[in-house]
């Protein structure tokens, strides 16, 4: 593909549901990032794959918080019991070394 | 604690007219710097970077930035402003350099160009 791809771009959610938000890198990209922007705000680091390891999950705010790339590829990140504080914007980006290029995010709104 | 700065919120430049945008970072080492603009609904895309070598680097639409290892500054600039460049911008490190790892961002500009 082009770019990064992110699904779904918009997500509503209720307290307390479960979510699950998708990440297809570039082709052949082995680092994958997650961040979370909240409204205003710069992004923040959540987690970090090389290939199918997460090497750095230091940013997860919570254990409701999870994320896997099981064949080093695509990864899903999932937010259990979500809560209000949960809602932002959460941007996936692919990295051959150097540069990351970021995919156009989820929305996420926890109402 | 590692941080980056950029200490306005938003910067109002009129087309044609030279454009700044500020960033100072505070990390351990050497860090590599990047430079990313978003649009509005689009995802961040890279301008520019410093890793090593000149000062002055140069990247996407004309932008460069100039690396200043004793102030720790790493600002954005640009000769002549369009008003396409109209957009949010952020700063970001990567601290102790290495082509792994995660980027910090500063909270971001919000730059206004003016016809």
């Known amino acids: 593909g082009a770019g990064v791809s992110q699904s779904p771009r918009y997500k509503v959610a209720k307290r307390g549901q479960d979510v699950a938000l998708r990440c297809d890198p570039i082709s052949g990209h082995v680092s994958l990032f997650w961040y979370q922007q909240a409204l205003g705000q710069g992004p923040e680091f959540l987690t970090y794959?090389?290939?199918?390891?997460?090497?750095?999950k230091s940013g997860l705010p919570s254990d409701r918080f999870f994320a896997e790339r099981p064949e080093g590829s695509v990864s899903t990140l999932k937010i259990q019991r979500t809560q209000q504080e949960d809602s932002a914007v959460y941007l996936c980006a692919s990295s051959l070394g150097g540069e990351q290029y970021f995919g156009p995010g989820t929305r996420l709104t926890v109402t | 604690a590692q941080s980056v700065a950029q200490p306005e919120d938003q910067v109002n430049v009129a087309e044609g007219n030279p454009l700044t945008v500020k960033c100072t970072y505070s990390?351990?080492?050497?860090?590599?710097l990047f430079w990313y603009v978003q649009y509005p609904n689009r995802g961040l895309q890279f301008l520019l970077k410093y890793i090593t070598g000149d000062n002055l680097v140069k990247g996407s639409y004309g932008f460069e930035a100039e690396f200043n290892k004793s102030q720790t500054s790493f600002h954005l600039k640009k000769p002549s402003a369009l008003v396409s460049d109209s957009a949010l911008y952020f700063c970001?490190?990567?601290?102790?350099?290495?082509?792994?790892?995660?980027?910090?961002f500063g909270k971001g500009t919000k730059l206004s160009v003016k016809p």
């Open positions: 990390v351990s080492g050497n860090p590599y």
């Open positions: 794959f090389q290939n199918e390891a997460q090497l750095d």
């Open positions: 970001a490190v990567r601290p102790y350099g290495g082509s792994q790892g995660n980027l910090i």
